[in-house]
T-cell receptor, first 114, second 115 residues
Framework: AQSVTQPDIHITVSEGASLELRCNYS??????LFWYVQSPGQGLQLLLK??????LVQGIKGFEAEFKRSQSSFNLRKPSVHWSDAAEYFC????????????FGSGTRLSIRP | GAVVSQHPSRVICKSGTSVKIECRSL??????MFWYRQFPKKSLMLMAT?????????EQGVEKDKFLINHASLTLSTLTVTSAHPEDSSFYIC???????????FGPGTRLTVT
């Protein structure tokens, strides 16, 4: 069965500190992987995506993620967080076409300590 | 970039009434649109997939007679919650794809409150 696991429900980091949000997936074929961010009461914004090629993917707002097939992981990282990064982060997996379903993880809420 | 809008952004309706939510792709033709539901502090749950001109495909456990989806044109899909009840209160988000790239573009969401 296809699934996405985000083991951390809530993470708090200090402003300026580094960040890593974990994501593990289960998918029957080569997955398309996504990270989205959602601010309270808002829709989703795509941070980055992985389809193929280089396993280290750069996204917007200084985020990056690394696809590790052997670990079925796609962790999101940022070297130095800003207070504006406080939000809910969702990892997601999809199929080979844009018409395929996207399955979302349960999300990780990020809080920033001043 | 591709923009998807939803209308209304917030709606309050009385129990037993129906409410329609619109999802529009503003600058591209959406061959496929998706409807999601998000409970407070929870993830997005896919409700259904709709392709222009054909019937929507509903996920298991989603009542198709309660959540009517119409994708009548390449830029508009509607979700109608029929005979709404308080338990239907939720945040509904749509997404759309043109098929030209491997990306779904998400709308800003609609907050439905049923009193």
């Amino acid at each position: 069965a296809q699934s996405v696991t985000q083991p951390d429900i809530h993470i708090t980091v200090s402003e300026g500190a580094s960040l890593e949000l974990r994501c593990n997936y289960s998918y029957g074929a080569t997955p398309y992987l996504f990270w989205y961010v959602q601010s309270p009461g808002q829709g989703l914004q795509l941070l980055l995506k992985y389809f193929s090629g280089d396993t280290l993917v750069q996204g917007i707002k200084g985020f990056e993620a690394e696809f590790k097939r052997s670990q079925s992981s796609f962790n999101l990282r940022k070297p130095s967080v800003h207070w504006s990064d406080a939000a809910e982060y969702f990892c997601a997996v999809g199929g080979y076409s844009s018409a395929s379903k996207i399955i979302f993880g349960s999300g990780t809420r990020l809080s920033i300590r001043p | 970039g591709a923009v998807v809008s939803q209308h209304p952004s917030r709606v309050i309706c009385k129990s037993g009434t129906s409410v329609k939510i619109e999802c529009r792709s503003l600058d591209f033709q959406a061959t496929t649109m998706f409807w999601y539901r998000q409970f407070p502090k929870k993830s997005l749950m896919l409700m259904a997939t709709s392709n222009e001109g054909s019937k929507a495909t509903y996920e298991q456990g989603v009542e198709k007679d309660k959540f009517l989806i119409n994708h009548a044109s390449l830029t508009l899909s509607t979700l109608t919650v029929t005979s709404a009840h308080p338990e239907d209160s939720s945040f509904y988000i749509c997404s759309a794809t043109s098929g030209a790239d491997y990306e779904q573009y998400f709308g800003p969401g609609t907050r439905l409150t049923v009193t």
